[in-house]
């Protein structure tokens, strides 16, 4: 359990200071108890009004900045660690219960339970359970779930922004990226990150027997299920993998998410 003040806000302090300075001393009245100033919170009561309001969500710029926009999703991307195989994933959504991270069907081929485990930007390491996989699309998802003694460290992990509006405006020639983590395992591995261009937002390429974004750049090994987003750090969709000759293909993001509709209802 933490000791945070929880009385006054900034804004509330000053104005607090302000009445103080300029007034005559209070009177007290004789065996008279004030309350503490002092609120009792849980990590968890931390945690939860964070992600309430908003804050563990990756921002987006207002205008097209590829390495700006990279910053801000930095925190959301994962590695996924298996027997002898390595992936990455997105932190898709964040609950009060668990996160759920998004990533291809093909990395999840090499998953095993008691084995295979999930770490986060920051180096927190977690174990975590299938939720479901796509019988259609190259996706799959994983749930980590929150335990009493992971709330500091769930803090600092950021979930992604996902707009349709702004996928929907994208159109070729426009600037994306693509981030996956490192193939190398350590906790000083960085998220590997490529910048190019969309050539097709939708194109069906034989090798996923699917609908995918087709693009201009370059990724390597491990960034298989990372994000693809725009100029201004909205997820488009999940990286699936790249050509030798500067292509690459990645689930469209109304893919990704008809396919989490339909594992969650499973």
């Given at each position: 359990?933490?000791?945070?003040?929880?009385?006054?806000?900034g804004?509330?302090?000053?104005?607090?200071?302000?009445?103080?300075?300029?007034?005559?001393?209070?009177?007290?009245?004789?065996?008279?108890?004030?309350?503490?100033?002092?609120?009792?919170?849980?990590?968890?009561?931390?945690?939860?009004?964070?992600?309430?309001?908003?804050f563990?969500e990756?921002?987006?710029?207002?205008?097209?900045?590829?390495?700006?926009?990279?910053?801000?999703?930095?925190?959301?991307?994962?590695?996924?660690?298996?027997?002898?195989?390595?992936?990455?994933?997105?932190?898709?959504?964040?609950?009060?219960?668990?996160v759920?991270i998004?990533?291809?069907?093909?990395?999840?081929?090499?998953?095993e339970?008691?084995?295979?485990?999930?770490?986060?930007?920051?180096?927190?390491?977690?174990?975590?359970?299938?939720?479901?996989?796509?019988?259609?699309?190259?996706?799959?998802?994983?749930?980590?779930?929150?335990?009493?003694?992971?709330?500091?460290?769930?803090?600092?992990?950021?979930?992604?922004?996902?707009d349709?509006?702004?996928?929907q405006?994208?159109?070729?020639?426009?600037?994306?990226?693509?981030?996956?983590?490192?193939?190398?395992?350590?906790?000083?591995?960085?998220?590997?990150?490529?910048?190019?261009?969309?050539?097709?937002?939708?194109?069906?390429?034989?090798?996923?027997e699917?609908?995918?974004?087709?693009?201009?750049?370059?990724?390597?090994?491990?960034?298989?299920?990372?994000?693809t987003?725009?100029?201004?750090?909205?997820?488009?969709?999940?990286?699936?993998?790249?050509?030798?000759?500067?292509?690459?293909?990645?689930?469209?993001?109304?893919?990704?998410?008809?396919?989490?509709?339909?594992?969650?209802?499973?």
């Amino acid at each position: 359990m933490v000791m945070r003040h929880g009385g006054l806000t900034g804004i509330g302090m000053v104005v607090a200071v302000a009445l103080i300075s300029g007034a005559r001393a209070p009177v007290r009245a004789v065996g008279m108890e004030f309350p503490h100033l002092i609120q009792t919170v849980t990590e968890r009561d931390l945690f939860e009004g964070m992600l309430a309001l908003g804050f563990l969500e990756c921002t987006v710029l207002r205008t097209d900045d590829c390495d700006k926009a990279y910053g801000n999703v930095q925190d959301g991307i994962v590695q996924i660690i298996m027997d002898g195989a390595y992936g990455s994933g997105v932190v898709w959504e964040m609950t009060p219960e668990q996160v759920v991270i998004a990533t291809n069907k093909h990395v999840l081929a090499y998953w095993e339970d008691r084995e295979s485990y999930v770490r986060f930007a920051k180096g927190y390491e977690a174990k975590a359970t299938i939720v479901g996989i796509s019988p259609q699309y190259d996706v799959g998802f994983l749930a980590v779930e929150n335990q009493e003694s992971d709330y500091l460290e769930l803090e600092r992990i950021r979930y992604v922004h996902k707009d349709l509006e702004a996928y929907q405006e994208l159109k070729t020639g426009d600037m994306i990226f693509c981030v996956g983590a490192d193939a190398a395992v350590s906790a000083e591995s960085e998220a590997n990150y490529y910048q190019g261009s969309i050539g097709d937002m939708w194109r069906y390429i034989e090798e996923f027997e699917g609908y995918m974004i087709y693009g201009y750049g370059y990724a390597r090994e491990g960034m298989s299920g990372g994000g693809t987003f725009d100029a201004r750090g909205n997820l488009i969709g999940i990286f699936s993998g790249a050509t030798e000759g500067g292509e690459t293909a990645s689930v469209p993001l109304p893919l990704v998410m008809e396919a989490y509709e339909q594992v969650r209802l499973r």
